[in-house]
Structures are given as structure tokens and as C-alpha cells.
């Protein structure tokens, strides 16, 4: 990326919004997106205008959702990007806990940590189709 991302929360946000996408897209990959048609559902209406466009201001940004398009392409992925309100966003549940019921619940949830270790590839290292091999199609 470019420039660090500033210190205020909103673009952080945003970009965290972008990045889970693309850490989706990277983790699942090849075995669960390639040749097929996904749905990604998303509650930050600039993230999700983003992963849509390809594009974005913030060079940060356009960075992330540029990845994004190259990840999609490479897989030959068709996708279709939802917006879903954020109280309905169950990822978004545990951080903002709402009252002392969810608070119990989730103090009695015991959370174990997944035993692989999730590595993302450099942006050297993720395999794209040619441009001559995508116009030909």
C-alpha cells in the first residue's frame, strides 16, 4: 500500500470492511470460489461500492479492492456484492454487545482458536491469468 492509512476510525474501518472480503476470497480460494457464482454481503456501503467498482479514492483503498478484482479474476469467480443492515450482520454481533443478556451469552461462549495458522500470500506470489487469456474468453 501506498501511504499508511490514517488515524481516524472511519477509514480504518472501511478498510478492515474491504479486507475481510479479500481475506475471505484468499482463504477459501481456488477449492470453493473457482468457476462459480458467490454472494458476499456486506454492511459498509463504501466497502461494498469498492469491491463492486474496483475502485476507490483512497489509495489504500483502491489498492485493497484492485486485489480483490485481480483475486476474482484469477479464480473466474462471478459475484454479486449484497449490502445487509448492520444489526442483521451476525459478524458484527460480538463487537457491540447489546445488553446484559448478549454479554452473558457470550461470556459463556468459550471461543478456541483455529489450530492452523492462516498465512496470506504476498501479492508476488497469487497466480493471475494473462490479460491476452481473459479477452480471448
Same mark, same amino acid.
Given at each position: 500500500?501506498?501511504?499508511?492509512?490514517?488515524?481516524?476510525?472511519?477509514? *480504518?474501518?472501511?478498510?478492515?470492511?474491504? +479486507?475481510?472480503?479479500?481475506? #475471505?476470497?484468499?482463504? %477459501?480460494?481456488?477449492? =470453493?470460489?473457482?468457476?462459480?457464482?458467490? %454472494?458476499?454481503?456486506?454492511?459498509?456501503?463504501? &466497502?461494498?461500492?469498492?469491491?463492486?467498482?474496483?475502485?476507490?479514492?483512497?489509495?489504500? *483503498? #483502491?489498492? +485493497?479492492?484492485?486485489?480483490?478484482? *485481480?483475486?476474482?479474476?484469477? *479464480? !473466474?469467480?462471478?459475484?454479486?456484492?449484497?449490502? %445487509?443492515?448492520?444489526? &442483521?450482520?451476525?459478524?458484527?454481533?460480538?463487537?457491540?454487545? @447489546?445488553?446484559?443478556?448478549?454479554?452473558?451469552?457470550?461470556?459463556? %461462549? !468459550?471461543?478456541?482458536?483455529?489450530?492452523?495458522?492462516?498465512? =496470506?500470500?504476498?501479492? #508476488?506470489?497469487? @497466480?493471475?491469468?494473462?490479460?491476452?487469456?481473459?479477452?480471448?474468453?
Amino acid at each position: 500500500m501506498s501511504a499508511p492509512l490514517e488515524s481516524t476510525s472511519s477509514p *480504518l474501518v472501511l478498510a478492515l470492511e474491504l +479486507l475481510a472480503i479479500v481475506a #475471505a476470497v484468499w482463504t %477459501v480460494g481456488k477449492e =470453493f470460489l473457482q468457476n462459480r457464482e458467490v %454472494v458476499f454481503f456486506c454492511d459498509n456501503t463504501s &466497502a461494498m461500492s469498492a469491491a463492486v467498482h474496483g475502485y476507490a479514492r483512497s489509495p489504500d *483503498l #483502491a489498492a +485493497l479492492s484492485n486485489t480483490l478484482h *485481480l483475486a476474482l479474476a484469477a *479464480l !473466474k469467480c462471478t459475484t454479486f456484492f449484497e449490502w %445487509v443492515p448492520s444489526l &442483521a450482520n451476525c459478524a458484527d454481533i460480538p463487537s457491540r454487545p @447489546q445488553g446484559v443478556a448478549e454479554e452473558a451469552f457470550y461470556a459463556r %461462549v !468459550k471461543v478456541t482458536r483455529w489450530p492452523g495458522k492462516m498465512k =496470506f500470500p504476498s501479492f #508476488a506470489n497469487l @497466480q493471475f491469468p494473462k490479460l491476452n487469456s481473459i479477452l480471448e474468453q
